[in-house]
C-alpha cells in the first residue's frame, strides 16, 4: 500500500527491520532502526522548538548520513524541508531563506559557517532527546520539501510540493520498475534538485539500501559501489562514466533524464555495461519529479521519445489556442495530475501566468512548461526544445535571464548574453558573450580576455551555484541586434579557440608538462595554452571530466589518483607537487607519461605521432 506521506514507507520499514541497513557511504553506515532513532530524536527537539506543518526548516548537511537523518527529522516534525547546499554561494542560500521565511535551519559542525545569518542554527551534534509536545503528523496536502529553481525574473523561485504528490510519485516508481534490481539504489544528485527524492525515498522508503555518494563522477571510488544496482543520473554523467570505464559491475538499471538522450548514449550503455533496463525519463519539478517514462529498448531504432505520460500525470501536447495538437504537429507540453503544484511560494502573478485553467478537466489547472513536443503515431511523445530561455546543463535547469542579470551586476560588465553551445551531442556548456565596461581598441569580432574572464567569474560564484557560473566568456565590442533593437541570439558567434597561454605561469617541471599534456588531451587543445594556475574549470571543463582526468592521470604515473584528489588539488601547480612529494615519480616515468598525452594528443587533433611537438 502506498503511504500517504514522503517517509510513511520509511517509518513502517524501520519499525518491522531495523537491523537492515538504510546508508552506505564512505563516512559510515547506518540501519533504519539506527536512520530511525536518531530522525525521531531530531524530529522531538524540532517540536520542542515550535516546529509543525506549514513551517520551512531549512536543511544544510554535507553529503553523509546525517544528511538523510536531518531530512526525516524535519519530515516525522510535520514540517517541510528547504534544502541548502553548503558548496553554494552564501548570497544564494540567504535568499532562499528569507524568500521562504524559514528561520530555522538543521546542520552539523562541519557545514555550521554555511549557514545564512539570522537564522537559528540546530546542529545535528548537540541534539538531545527532549521531553515535550509530540510531533504532529503531515497530512497528504501538508508541504513534504521546497525546492528553488531558476528564475526568468533574475531570481530563483520555490516550488514547494505535497506529501500526496511524493507519494503518487512513489507508487508510480513501483510500477515502472517493477521488473528492476532496485537493491542499491545510488544517491548522486544534490538535495538541492528533485531528482533527490526519488532517489533517496525509493530506496528508504521501500526498505532497499541507499548507496550515498558525491556526484555521479565519485561513484567509481565508493567502497559500495558494488552494491549499486541503480542509478538516475544525466546523460553527461553517464558518457564520462562510460568514457572513464568506471559503470559499476553490478548496474542494472539506468535512468536517464534532464537532458536529450541520443540513441548512441542508449547503444553504449547497453553495449559496454551489464545494465538490462535503459529509461528515459521527464518531467519539471512542477510536477514532482517526473511525469512521463520510456524503457528505451536496445532493439529499437531511432532517437528516444520521452515515452507516454504516468497513470498520475494528464500531459497535453497543444496549439496556442489550447487545443489538441494534431498528432505530428508541433505543440507547447502542459502538465496536470495528482504530482502538480499549487504554484510558486510568494509569485502569485507568476504562478497565475504558468498554471492556468485545464480545459478538458473541470476545475483543474495544468502548468505550461514551455517545453515544444509533438505525439506521435505511437501515442509516444517526441521532445523538440524549449520556447523561452530556459535551458538544461547537465541536467541543471537554467533561465539565461538569471545568468545574465548577474552579470549585468558585474561593474566590469556594459551588456551581456548568455546561451549554450552544443559542441557534440552529448557536451553541453554555457557560455557568456559581455561587452566590458572598459572599451577595448582594436578589437573585431569576439576576443579572449582570461584575466577579466576569471574577475568576472569570481563575482558571479558568489552569487550563482557553479553550474550557472559561465565556464567560458567571449567579448564583443558590442552584441548583435535584431532589426527592432532586441538582442538576436541567432546571431551570437562562435567563441573564439583558446591557443595561447590564459592564464598563470607555463609549465616548468617534468610534472608540470606532463600534466599539461594530459590536460590538453582532455579538453582538446594546446599544452602551451595551459597555465600551471590555470583551473580545469577556468579552461572550460566541468566535474564530469574529473573521472576521465582522475583516471588518465593515475594510469600514466602508475598510482592511484581520485576525483576528490582533483577536488584539493584543483590547478596544475598544486597537482603537480602533490603528485611529486607522495610518489617520487621518476624523470623516466614523466617521460613516457608525456609520450603517452603527446600521442593522444596527435590523434584528437587528426595528426600522425611524429607530427606532434
Not at 348 to 360: N, S, Y
Amino acid at each position: 500500500m502506498v503511504s500517504p506521506t514522503l517517509h510513511g514507507g520509511f517509518l513502517a520499514h524501520a519499525a518491522k527491520h531495523p537491523d537492515t541497513a538504510a546508508v552506505f557511504s564512505d563516512t559510515g553506515v547506518l540501519t533504519y532502526g539506527q536512520l530511525d532513532e536518531a530522525s525521531a530524536a531530531l524530529a522531538e527537539r524540532l517540536s520542542a522548538l515550535g516546529v509543525g506543518p506549514g513551517v520551512p526548516v531549512g536543511v544544510c548537511v554535507e553529503r553523509k548520513p546525517d544528511l538523510l537523518v536531518a531530512i526525516l527529522g524535519v519530515l516525522r516534525a510535520g514540517a517541510c524541508y528547504l534544502p541548502l547546499d553548503p558548496q553554494y554561494p552564501a548570497s544564494h542560500l540567504a535568499f532562499m531563506v528569507a524568500d521562504s521565511e524559514t528561520h530555522l535551519v538543521v546542520t552539523t559542525q562541519a557545514s555550521r559557517d554555511a549557514c545564512p545569518d539570522g537564522c537559528t542554527a540546530l546542529v545535528l551534534e548537540d541534539v538531545e532527546t527532549v521531553v515535550g509536545p509530540s510531533p504532529v503528523a503531515s497530512v497528504p496536502d501538508d508541504s513534504a520539501y521546497l525546492i528553488y529553481t531558476s528564475g526568468s525574473t533574475g531570481v530563483p523561485k520555490g516550488v514547494p510540493i505535497r506529501h500526496s504528490s511524493c507519494g503518487a510519485m512513489l507508487g508510480e516508481v513501483d510500477r515502472i520498475f517493477a521488473d528492476c534490481d532496485m537493491s542499491g539504489i545510488a544517491a548522486v544528485t544534490s538535495v538541492c534538485f528533485d531528482l533527490s527524492v526519488m532517489e533517496i525515498f525509493s530506496a528508504l522508503s521501500r526498505g532497499r539500501a541507499l548507496v550515498l555518494v558525491d556526484s555521479a563522477a565519485h561513484l567509481p571510488e565508493s567502497s559500495h559501489a558494488e552494491r549499486v544496482t541503480y542509478v538516475s543520473t544525466v546523460p553527461s554523467a553517464m558518457t564520462s562514466l562510460l568514457d572513464a570505464q568506471a559503470v559499476p559491475a553490478g548496474l542494472r538499471t539506468v535512468v536517464l533524464g534532464g537532458e536529450p538522450v541520443r540513441r548512441s548514449l542508449v547503444d553504449r550503455i547497453y553495449r559496454e555495461t551489464n545494465v538490462a533496463f535503459v529509461f528515459n525519463g521527464y518531467g519539471p519539478t512542477e510536477g514532482t519529479v517526473f511525469c512521463t517514462f520510456k524503457l528505451v529498448s536496445p532493439d529499437e531504432s531511432g532517437e528516444p521519445s520521452i515515452g507516454t505520460p504516468s497513470l498520475t500525470a494528464r500531459v497535453y501536447v497543444l496549439d496556442e489556442e489550447l487545443r489538441p495538437a494534431a498528432v505530428g504537429e508541433p505543440g507547447e507540453l502542459y502538465l496536470g495530475g495528482d504530482g502538480l503544484t499549487w504554484g510558486y511560494l510568494n509569485r502569485p502573478g507568476l504562478t497565475a501566468e504558468r498554471f492556468v485553467p485545464d480545459p478538458q478537466v473541470a476545475g483543474e489547472r495544468m502548468y505550461r512548461t514551455g517545453d515544444v513536443a509533438r505525439l506521435t503515431e505511437a501515442g509516444e511523445i517526441e521532445f523538440m526544445g524549449r520556447s523561452d530561455l530556459q535551458v538544461k546543463v547537465r541536467g541543471k535547469r537554467i533561465e539565461l535571464e538569471e545568468v545574465e542579470a548577474r552579470l549585468a551586476d558585474c561593474p566590469e560588465v556594459q551588456t551581456a548574453a548568455a546561451a549554450v553551445l552544443e559542441q557534440t551531442a552529448d557536451t553541453r556548456t554555457l557560455i557568456a558573450y559581455v561587452v566590458p565596461a572598459v572599451e577595448a581598441s582594436d578589437q573585431s569580432g569576439p576576443w579572449l580576455d582570461a584575466h577579466l574572464q576569471a574577475v568576472i567569474r569570481k563575482k558571479l560564484s558568489a552569487k550563482l551555484p557553479d553550474y550557472m557560473v559561465p565556464e567560458s566568456i567571449a567579448f564583443l565590442s558590442e552584441l548583435p541586434l535584431s532589426p527592432v533593437g532586441k538582442l538576436d541570439r541567432t546571431a551570437l558567434p562562435s567563441p573564439p579557440s583558446v591557443e595561447a597561454m590564459p592564464s598563470g605561469d607555463y609549465a616548468t617541471t617534468d610534472t608540470e608538462r606532463a600534466l599539461a599534456e594530459i590536460w590538453g588531451a582532455l579538453l582538446d587543445r594546446s599544452p602551451q595554452s595551459i597555465g600551471t594556475r590555470d583551473t580545469l574549470y577556468d579552461l572550460g571543463g566541468n566535474s564530469l571530466l574529473l573521472v576521465r582526468l582522475a583516471k588518465r592521470i593515475g594510469q600514466r604515473f602508475s598510482r592511484k589518483v581520485g576525483v576528490a584528489d582533483l577536488f584539493r588539488f584543483r590547478d596544475i601547480s598544486s597537482l603537480a607537487k602533490w603528485l611529486d612529494d607522495e610518489s617520487g615519480s621518476s624523470p623516466e616515468v614523466i617521460e613516457q607519461a608525456r609520450r603517452r598525452a603527446s600521442i593522444k594528443r596527435s590523434m584528437v587533433r587528426g595528426q600522425s605521432p611524429s607530427s606532434s611537438t
